[in-house]
């Protein structure tokens, strides 16, 4: 089929990338010319697992091509996907300015019949506003083209986008037009072979069916971390209680483990701009206040555990904190809401020094923390170094922030050696603690005995 992508973020990529490995002809339109350039020549300007291979393979055999011309991407296709950004408004809403403009430029163009796809996560009713914005183009020019506008989200996460892109437990296709169901049928159908993937449902049911669904697990870490705040009071562990309940099979055992609360491009947002909606509509779901506020207190939880450690606040002034991750989460360089930036700002406030290592997040920290923090990166109390060894030269304490693999086994012998302070604040629970205390270290997780 041919297909046009609006946008080439992640998602615009990863889906475009996929497309093509099944055989489709897929052009990948793209506003910044900058990033069209860097694609054409090769370079992938995400850091997402076994993706570069993909483009690059694809680009090669011409089935996938990258252009900032809107009259050619239109031009191209039988299927347009709207994967542009929809980053949010100051209230929390998303804000619909680059998806109305691509479904504007779309209609001025539009010279035979085509089915237009929202891929980015948009508020319930988005695909209406999509088909108005079209069909005005379209009587502007006194133009008369079939057009539909189906909901189809996408659930990738980062990391393991391509995997889930391929391999999908779902396929939502929210569509009201019998035509453009088949089409969305006929598309996806090698990704749903021998299982059928496809739920089809109406439009406004799917776009709330995406949301639904990031906001019920943050609902589960939410309610997980603050059980562990609960259980370290109780002198309980939550990994033994994460267990015992995750056997539930009504419960499940997937997002349910306790840390810094979660990051990320899509929780975040995608509860805010729920809860709008829902405030909106008089509505309020009240819970997914509690879930935000959760969630922004236990970014807090660790650095309140060092200063504790140390005998208070005032006692952390020229401590020396290594801190190992910095992305939102393992496998990305993704720096978005991540809890190591609340947790950076909070220590060096203290007036610590930070040696922080992440094994490929550290340039975009660096562009991230320049623009706040640049005073602390010249003076070298911030310091983004370029080994988890390194990181630990000189330190107090270390601070595991990120789940990285390489973070998960490390000689604890060399680093009770090491830590002046002899302590490990493990805010992911990736250690035994019995192993951690046995190598002559203190041990800190998040709802665990310390
Ligand atoms: C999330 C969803 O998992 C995807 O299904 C969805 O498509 C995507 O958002 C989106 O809307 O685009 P993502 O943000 O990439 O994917 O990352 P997750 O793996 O879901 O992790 C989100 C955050 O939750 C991370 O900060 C992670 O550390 C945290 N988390 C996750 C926990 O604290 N505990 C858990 O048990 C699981």
């Not at 209230?91 to 019949?113: E, M, V």
């Not at 978005?336 to 947790?343: D, M, Y």
């Not at 991230?368 to 060894?389: F, N």
Request: glycine share 8%; aromatic share 6%; with cysteine.
């Amino acid at each position: 089929m041919k297909i046009t992508i609006i946008g080439t973020g992640y998602v615009g990529l990863v889906s475009g990338a996929c497309f093509a490995d099944f055989g489709n002809n897929v052009l990948c339109l793209d506003v910044d010319a900058r990033k069209v350039e860097m694609l054409k020549a090769g370079s992938i300007p995400i850091h997402e697992p076994g993706l570069d291979t993909l483009v690059t393979r694809n680009f090669a055999a011409g089935r996938i091509a990258f252009t900032t011309s809107y009259d050619e991407a239109v031009e191209h296709a039988e299927v347009i996907f709207l994967a542009v950004g929809t980053p949010p408004d100051e209230d929390g809403s998303a804000d619909l300015t680059h998806i109305l403009s691509a479904a504007r430029s779309i209609g001025q163009r539009l010279s035979r019949p085509v089915v237009v796809v929202d891929k980015s996560t948009v508020p319930v009713g988005t695909a209406d506003a999509v088909s108005q914005a079209i069909r005005q183009e379209l009587d502007r020019r006194a133009a008369r083209i079939d057009f539909a506008v189906v909901s189809n989200p996408e659930f990738l996460k980062e990391g393991a986008a391509i995997e889930d892109f391929m391999r999908p437990d779902r396929i939502i296709i929210g569509s009201n037009d019998e035509q453009a169901t088949k089409v969305m049928r006929q598309l996806y159908a090698p990704f749903s072979r021998n299982h059928d993937k496809m739920i089809e449902m109406d439009v406004r049911s799917a776009e709330l069916t995406k949301y639904a669904a990031n906001a019920m697990l943050a609902t589960r870490i939410s309610f997980m971390n603050e059980l562990s705040n609960l259980a370290e009071a109780l002198d309980a562990d939550i990994e033994a209680v994460r267990m015992g309940i995750g056997s539930d099979p009504r419960i499940g055992p997937h997002f349910l483990y306790s840390g810094m609360g979660f990051g990320g491009s899509c929780f975040p947002k995608d509860v805010k701009a729920l809860l709008k909606t829902s405030v909106d509509h008089g509505r309020t779901l009240h819970l997914l206040k509690a879930i935000e506020t959760v969630n922004e207190a236990q970014k807090g939880v660790l650095f309140e555990k060092i200063a504790r450690h140390f005998g208070g606040r005032d006692e952390l002034y020229g401590k020396t904190i290594a801190l190992w991750g910095l992305s939102f989460k393992p496998n990305t360089d993704d720096m978005r809401e991540a809890p190591s930036l609340v947790l950076i700002h909070q220590l060096l406030q203290a007036g610590c020094r930070i040696r922080a290592y992440d094994p490929v997040a550290r340039e975009e920290a660096g562009r991230i923390l320049q623009a706040t923090r640049a005073e602390c990166l010249r003076s070298g109390q911030l310091a983004l170094v370029a080994s988890s060894s390194e990181a630990i030269e000189d330190a107090d304490v270390l601070v595991l922030v990120t789940e990285w693999k390489e973070f998960r086994a490390p000689d604890f012998g060399l680093l009770a050696s090491t830590l002046r302070s002899k302590a490990i604040f493990d805010g992911r629970n990736q250690y035994d603690p019995e192993i951690v205390r046995a190598a002559g270290l203190r041990y800190y997780g998040i709802g665990r005995r310390n």
